[in-house]
C-alpha cells in the first residue's frame, strides 16, 4: 500500500524548500518520486522547435521538478502536523492509512 498518494498534502523534510507544503500533483512509483505543487520549481529555457503535433514555443518555461519520497512526509489531515504513516488492516480486512501521532484514520 502506497504511504503518499496522488492528492495528499506533504511537507517537505530535507533540501532547499524545507518547510513548505503542498499537494502531490503526481506520483512517479518506479523513481520513488512525487511532483508536489509549488515546491522545487525550475526554470528550463527551451528552444523554438517542429514537433509532431505542433510548434513548441520558444523561452523560460517555469514548472515543477519531481522529489524523492524520502524527502517529504505526509501532514495529517486532523492534527496538522508532518507524520510517520502505518498501515492498519481493520477487521473487514480492509487496509488503511493511519496517522503515527493521533491514530486517525486517513483517507
Known sequence: MARIKKGDTVEVITGEGKGERGT????????????????NIVTKHQKPRQAGRGQVRAGKIQFEAPVHLSDVMLVCPKCNEATRVGVYVNESGVKTRICKNCQSEIA
Open 24 to 39: 502531490v500533483q503526481r506520483l512517479i512509483a518506479k523513481a520513488d518520486r512525487v511532483v508536489v505543487s509549488g515546491v
